[in-house]
């Protein structure tokens, strides 16, 4: 997931998916509160990059569709800030307390 601000910088504009090889097709796939651009690319590597905003963050309720994501595994590469291990940390008290 990347937070960008403002993400339209990426999902208006596909040049920059070239810098990580050819790129072959790319799909816009809206999800709620994230929306994805899917570059398949003539290695064929297929990565989904996924654009969220501030409110996938938040932890209090957590949103259906963030604690799927999250629970369903994932890892964090880069997170300068903090948000993303605080997430993870709500994410594992809430499913805990939902299996007591």
């Known amino acids: 997931m990347i937070l960008a601000t403002p993400s339209d910088l990426y999902l208006g504009d596909n040049h920059w998916l070239s810098r990580f090889g050819d790129v072959q097709e790319v799909r816009n796939e ?23 905003t501030d409110r996938w963050f938040e932890t209090n309720p957590i949103n259906d569709g963030t604690l ?7 890892d ?15 994410v594992k008290v809430f499913r805990t307390a939902q299996l007591t």
Request: aromatic share 16%; glycine share 12%.
């Open 68 to 74: 799927k994501v999250i629970a369903g595994g994932c």
């Open 30 to 52: 809206p999800y709620g509160l994230v929306q994805s651009k899917r570059a398949f690319y003539t290695s064929s590597l297929e990565v989904e990059y996924g654009f969220a």
């Open 76 to 90: 964090i590469l880069v997170d300068k800030n903090g948000r993303f291990s605080k997430l993870f940390e709500a």
